[in-house]
């Protein structure tokens, strides 16, 4: 192990000193494995395991830095401290000692350990040899089973570090897939949503569903659907080479408090039924949030409406109308149909689209992003009439006439709907 390795990890790249760790202390998992491949993190997490009380040395460094304190896991004496840019957990040595501390781990890459205080990598399982030759080895099966969870971590870290599954452990994966319904959906979709938004990690959800650990998480996939969802990283390239606008929009979040991205929801969509009834009582089980439910089931809806190169205006209205900020989710998830169905992508596919582009990226088109000339209460005032379903037609009905050009104040607007009312 060069000198180079124990630079970055020494104790100066903390974000609190070495004097608040007791002896003995070690570092362990991500971090010393990120060390050793020359891995550049923004944001620092640290693992450690300490032999004594790691709740009280992780509460005592959060008083003396003024940061959070989170208790992960009281009975296993595990707690968090979070720094602006770091997180720190500390976790109370379960064995005997360090080494039957390691042999308990998933993988021998995650079980090195280096201790800061006599700068010594400790690697009783190889770990460091399997990351030179990157190979994704397990430690033992009975840990995998211990944790079923480990299986899903298998292709993210794969996916991750651009790795291969050593055969034996992947046999092994494949042998226990059916135990990955024992894990809370919310842990295994954080591991799916990894894979979704990772460049590689379409390819290894596909081999996660062909080694079995998939089927029973999306019941209604097919081998299609994982052909499909290859697709979609493609279709987001060619969108992001026309059109560079749409394709930053993609990688944006669904909301600052959901990290999935819109592309990952695209991805999502390929996976589930292709009813969005039914999709939306799958996506309820697997716990996603309101907002990626919506997102994905109006993709499935509205993907096959925007091909068609004359799609009058008043429709074209409805569309977006709809789609609001979804379109280029909804229209990556289309192109990627096109190339599923053609087996290869060709120009012309996206001449059935560029319409609607067009529309959509011109924020002044009142087709694609209308501005409301009035709204509710002002028509019923106008018209004195209650509120009822009529309000929201007639609003309907005036934007359409506005996105038409045919009335452009709020005068006309009230006139419109007078008439229309009269009718």
Known sequence: MNELVISRLAAKNWPFSLEYLPEPAYMVGGAVRDAILGRIREYVDLDFIISGDAVKVARKIAQRYQAGFVLLDAQRHIARVVFPQATADFAQQEGENLITDLHRRDFTINAIAYNPHTQEIIDPLQGYQDLKSGLLRMISPINLQNDPLRLMRAYRQASQLDFTIEPATQETIRSLAKSISQVAAERVRAEIGFLLSHGQGAAWLDIAWKDGVLINLFKNATDQSFIKLNAIDQAFHIISQNWQELGEELTNYVRKTVKTSWLATAKLACLV??????????????????????????????????????????????????????????????????????????????????????????????????????????????????????????????????????????????????????D
């Open 273 to 422: 039924e292709s009813r969005p009834e039914i999709a939306e009582i799958e996506l309820q089980q697997l716990t996603y949030s309101r907002a990626e439910i919506r997102a994905i089931t109006t993709e499935l809806r509205m993907f096959s409406e925007i091909k068609a190169v004359d799609i009058p205006l008043r429709k074209q209205y409805f569309l977006f109308r709809e789609m609001g900020i979804l379109f280029p989710a909804v229209l990556v998830l289309a192109l990627a149909n096109d190339i599923v169905v053609k087996g290869v992508f060709e120009k012309s596919m996206l001449v059935n689209y560029e319409p609607l582009i067009k529309r959509y990226l011109d924020k002044n088109d009142l087709v694609a992003h209308p501005i409301p000339l009035m709204n509710g209460k002002d028509i019923m005032k106008a018209l004195n009439i209650p509120a009822s379903p009529l309000v929201g037609e007639l609003l309907m009905e005036i934007g359409i006439a506005q996105a038409e050009g045919k009335i452009s104040t709020v005068e006309a607007a009230i006139e419109l709907a007078k008439n229309l009312v009269k």
